[in-house]
């Protein structure tokens, strides 16, 4: 293929969907499809053949919308209407509402001037819900591939590194590594076989970021997988993901075929002398693999075990050859840097964190879903103003940012704005994006013990601190949960926690303690009533009388 | 090859291009705790009980994986380090059932030199008490799981040295064991060479001769310098 076969190609399908008076588009995310929305299309079409409407208006299934809390969703174009709730069984009344009788129904639609969307700035879920993710012609349609052909054809290597390192990119998966730094220190690794890695390894609890990119936009991951390649001289790469996520597996299966077909990966991409070949490596879904080191030593067949860096895998990755391992995120972004080019990328966000960031917001708040937004946004604005608050009027309490690795944010940190340093400094991290919203029902304890089990459980069990330490400060808090724990266990938890943060080999168990510290920074008032008044102030944990002939039992 | 001058708690020391941190404090007489490293085998930086400060890193480092630079400035006694020590060493003692008065190697184990090494009187957590089973399939020797502390030089020295690869490591977290084969008995694995190699690196009484009992395990590493050097050297080939 080549430019211009790729403009008519864009051409021709707005053509094709310009035909069109109306577009339904399904939203076909994992979750609305689990609630039924895969049903939707064969539905609308009867409906519309039974009016006689099919030549007026165009059903496409497109990516996910967002707003996943209110699914399944169904939006109409030109006028902007998103159908919350949608049940199977009403499909068919909506739309003959909304054709033949001409009113919409009233109660469960919403615009895109809610303020769920109102504060998005998208650069990684830009049209998602405009477009079939499997469509290849529609990706070309609303610009897609455009930044490869332009990378390949007008810029050489070294441009485009120089490109995302002026974009001021940061690595999206958690520890914020700039991007370009680590694309330069693969590129000048003096080797013929490179690899490049994409980490789609998401394992936190409450976090759908990537299977979202995975599942609605395909061509874009694929996209800048193939500009990381031409930009490090790498011809292979792999994209490394769990199979726990069999609709973004079975897309990214399809996308690829399609895009080798049409000349997008594959020899000789857009005409040049650029090769680059994707494969896809399922994972067991075991949470370790998501550190770079155990999942290159999954990718290579071995037991997922993370070793000690250095050397890093930009040195020596998959099987000793240099490798580039970014997250799907930062994937996604690349296209707009190309495009835009990196000052346009550098102006959005704050001075040390640039562009935008996805975030699943989950927990007690009342629009759970996916959002981008600017660096620098307050808490506030995320949970009250996108979020819409909290779930039933109770008061917030906490947020807990970055997965299970993450810390818990106190209400008097609503107005700091999300960035890698600051949520550092109040002893959090950005993490891949898990965005807990937490009431005033939840024992902070009780919070802080469920993400030490989940660290235990997923500890590989190569190093102690991880593997014994964590077992350990889990049975601590389970005792102070249930009203049994001394001041010395506290203090032994304390102990433990500083130690299993620094001693443990990845990171994994590094971070694995930061819910405990970070709830023992703001909450040990909790912590102390459990010990010492035997109750829980948050009403949630049950606590045990003491009985001294258990002990004899 | 190079020679580096570092600094090791102050005192300077020299050391050749390419050896290990912990290599070269042994050489000047300063003792670094390792459990899970053997000379000759690979390291793996398991235990942590090596973890080093070196100035100008964020992080604290394994001595056995560092290697020497120039002007290193290395500390490896801090209290910092040796709370920790002492932490990983009584999270080793409760993760497993170590009862020393009845154990093969009571004596003669690395692991309880340890525990008097970073000056441990008692274990601060609760004993986890799992359950282990004990593999005695085996013709010539024993797997005592409940005493196994997850070096992992048994899998290495059967890989690297041996060559059978025999062991490997099974299940995740506190449920990691080293399994023989496909998770086998011992003794139906008809990979092993019944060299024993294995039980003469285990630091501590998970491996053990049939038919030791109380202290009466006591383990020769001699074997693997003599092997290492004799490949290094070719004195088995024509």
């Known amino acids: 293929m080549t430019l211009e076969e790729l403009e008519e190609l864009a051409r021709k399908e707005r053509e094709n969907l310009g035909k069109y008076k109306h577009k339904i588009m399904i939203c076909g995310g994992a979750s609305c499809d689990s609630l039924g929305s895969g049903t939707f299309k064969r539905k609308i079409e009867e409906v519309l053949a039974k009016y006689g409407l099919k030549d007026e208006v165009a059903v496409m299934q497109v990516g996910c919308m967002g707003l996943c809390g209110k699914g399944p969703l169904m939006r109409i174009e030109p006028e902007g209407i998103i159908y919350t709730y949608v049940q199977p069984e009403e499909v068919e009344s909506i739309i003959e509402k909304h054709f033949v009788k001409g009113a919409p129904k009233e109660d469960k639609i919403i615009t895109y001037d809610h303020p769920f969307f109102k504060k998005q700035f998208y650069i990684v879920l830009k049209d998602m819900g405009n477009a079939d993710p499997l469509s290849i012609s529609q990706y070309v349609a609303i610009g897609g591939f455009r930044a490869l052909a332009k990378a390949l054809t007008e810029m050489t290597p070294q441009d485009v590194i120089e490109e995302v390192k002026k974009s001021g990119l940061r690595g999206r998966g958690g520890a914020g590594f700039p991007t370009g730094i680590k694309w330069e220190t693969v590129a000048k690794q003096n080797s013929t076989i490179k690899f490049v890695v994409c980490n789609g390894d998401e394992g936190d609890p409450g976090a759908f970021m990537d299977r979202s990119v995975m599942e609605s936009m395909p061509y874009r991951l694929l996209e800048g997988m193939a500009i990381a390649a031409y930009a490090v001289g790498a011809q292979q790469g792999f994209i490394y993901t769990r ?11 399809k996308a690829i075929k399609e895009a ?5 990966l594959g020899s000789r991409i857009l005409g040049t002398s650029f090769n680059f070949r994707v494969d896809i490596r399922v994972g067991a879904g075991a949470f370790v693999c998501g550190e770079e080191t155990a999942l290159l030593a999954s990718i290579e067949g071995r037991r997922g075990m993370p070793r000690q860096r250095p050397p890093f895998p930009a040195e020596k990755g998959l099987w000793g050859y240099p490798t580039l391992i970014n997250n799907v995120e930062t994937f996604a972004n690349i296209y707009a840097i190309i495009n835009n080019g990196g000052e346009w990328f550098a102006s959005i966000g704050t001075e040390k964190s640039k562009g935008t960031k996805v975030f699943a917001l989950a927990g007690k708040i009342v629009n759970t879903g996916l959002v981008e937004v600017p660096m620098g946004i307050t808490i506030r604005e995320m949970i009250f103003d996108i979020g819409g608050g909290i779930q039933g009027g109770r008061k917030f309490k906490a947020v807990q940012t970055g997965g299970p690795s993450g810390g818990c944010i106190p209400e008097k940190y609503l107005d700091l704005p999300i960035d890698y340093e600051t949520l550092k400094q109040v002893g959090s991290i950005m993490g891949s994006g898990g965005f807990i919203v937490m009431d005033d029902a939840t024992c902070m304890v009780d919070v802080a013990k469920f993400f030490m089990e989940f660290c235990a459980e997923e500890s590989c069990g190569k190093c102690v601190p991880c593997r014994v330490g964590t077992t350990v400060m889990k049975n601590i808090l389970q005792k102070i ?8 266990d506290f203090n032994n938890l304390k102990e433990l926690a500083h130690m299993v943060r620094e001693a443990s080999l990845c990171g994994l168990g590094q971070t694995a303690p930061n ?15 459990h010990i010492n008044e035997k109750r829980c102030k948050a009403d949630s944990c049950e606590i045990k009388e003491f009985d001294i002939l258990s002990l004899y039992s | 090859m190079g020679v580096v001058t570092l600094t090791i708690n102050g005192v300077e020391c020299t050391g050749k291009e390419g050896q290990t941190v912990l290599e070269v404090a042994k050489e000047n007489g300063i003792n670094i705790p390792i459990l899970c490293n053997l000379k000759g085998l690979s390291p793996v930086t398991a235990c942590r009980l090596c ?4 100035k100008g890193m964020p992080r604290l480092v394994p001595a056995c994986a560092t290697k020497v630079q120039e002007g290193m400035v290395v500390e490896t006694n801090s209290e910092k380090l040796k709370n920790y020590r002492r932490l990983i060493v009584e999270l080793l003692f409760a993760e497993g059932n170590h009862i020393c008065a009845s154990c093969v190697v009571n004596g003669h184990c690395e692991l309880q030199n340890l525990g008097f090494a970073v000056g441990m009187d008692h274990v601060r957590f609760d004993y986890l008490w799992q359950s282990f089973k004990i593999d005695a399939s085996h013709e010539r020797f024993v797997m005592d799981q409940s005493k196994c502390v997850k070096c992992t030089r048994c899998i290495r020295v059967c890989d690297e040295v041996e060559g059978a690869h025999v062991w490997d490591l099974g299940g995740r977290g506190l449920n990691a064991r080293v399994i023989a084969g496909l998770n086998e008995p011992w003794g139906n694995v008809v990979e092993c060479t019944k060299c024993g190699k294995c039980v003469q690196v285990c630091p501590v009484g998970a491996l053990f001769e049939k038919g030791a009992t109380s202290s009466e395990m006591v383990k020769d590493l001699t074997f693997l310098e003599r092997i290492l050097k004799g490949r290094e050297e070719h004195i088995w080939v024509r």
């Open chain 1, 243 to 253: 199979a726990e996520y069999p609709l973004a597996i079975e897309r990214l299966r």
């Open chain 1, 260 to 264: 080798e077909r049409m000349g997008f």
């Open chain 1, 481 to 488: 949960v249930e009203g049994m724990a001394t001041m010395d």
């Open chain 1, 515 to 529: 819910p405990v510290l970070s709830t023992i920074m703001y909450f040990e008032d909790e912590y102390l009533a």
């Open chain 2, 51 to 54: 973890l080093i400060e070196v």
